[in-house]
T-cell receptor, first 116, second 115 residues
Framework: DAGVIQSPRHEVTEMGQEVTLRCKPI?????LFWYRQTMMRGLELLIY????????DSGMPEDRFSAKMPNASFSTLKIQPSEPRDSAVYFC??????????????FGPGTRLTVT | AQKITQTQPGMFVQEKEAVTLDCTYD???????LFWYKQPSSGEMIFLIY??????QNATEGRYSLNFQKARKSANLVISASQLGDSAMYFC????????????FGKGTMLLVSP
């Protein structure tokens, strides 16, 4: 089975530009998570969805960040406008039904975003 | 207070030796889960092992075992017979409760395995 798929793997953009990160979760998983990882702050949860519904977006830094999950197999994280401090690795993770499982999350390879 | 504490920023071990990576946690929930993830230099996060709060036996997955001491709120990862490919960042994480819940990650421990 394919794991979590993220695109692009690397993104370099100029400050002020819109950035869209994409994620395809593992088929059958009903929870999806977006994380940001930096050296200074470690791994931070931005938002998570359950059955395509946003459950907790308290980690989204500010209004410049938005996330959608239009269906069970696709999610996007958008930053508009981007700023240099948004430079980080962005991970998407998915998890099976936690009532039946243990709640482990499977991570995608990440998108390394550089905003100049 | 931090929910997950990993006190070792870095650890060194020689190939074929065992190593223990420390993790302590803080929760008032009775039902919780503890996880370890590995992040090699390539960047991906790899799920290694899980321990449930009600599990009486320590979890094991191949060369990985979790030394779960509930009263002390510790969940140390033990890697037996270290290999060069074990060199990576290791993160401890916790899920509190059941249902809609997220993982809280520690800051990680960098493990370097030398020949």
């Amino acid at each position: 089975d394919a794991g979590v798929i993220q695109s692009p793997r690397h993104e370099v953009t100029e400050m002020g530009q819109e950035v869209t990160l994409r994620c395809k979760p593992i088929s059958g998983h009903n929870s999806l998570f977006w994380y940001r990882q930096t050296m200074m702050r470690g791994l931070e949860l931005l938002i998570y969805f359950n059955n395509n519904v946003p459950i907790d977006d308290s980690g989204m830094p500010e209004d410049r960040f938005s996330a959608k999950m239009p269906n069970a197999s696709f999610s996007t994280l958008k930053i508009q406008p981007s700023e240099p401090r948004d430079s980080a690795v962005y991970f998407c993770a998915s998890s099976p039904d936690r009532y039946r499982g243990m709640g482990e999350q499977y991570f995608g390879p990440g998108t390394r975003l550089t905003v100049t | 207070a931090q929910k997950i504490t990993q006190t070792q920023p870095g650890m060194f071990v020689q190939e074929k030796e065992a190593v223990t990576l420390d993790c302590t946690y803080d929760t008032s929930d009775q039902s919780y889960g503890l996880f370890w993830y590995k992040q090699p230099s390539s960047g991906e996060m790899i799920f290694l092992i899980y321990q449930g709060s009600y599990d009486e036996q320590n979890a094991t997955e191949g060369r990985y075992s979790l030394n779960f001491q509930k009263a002390r709120k510790s969940a140390n990862l033990v890697i037996s017979a270290s290999q060069l490919g074990d060199s990576a960042m290791y993160f401890c994480a916790m899920r509190e409760g059941r249902g809609y819940s997220t993982l809280t990650f520690g800051k990680g421990t960098m493990l370097l395995v030398s020949p």
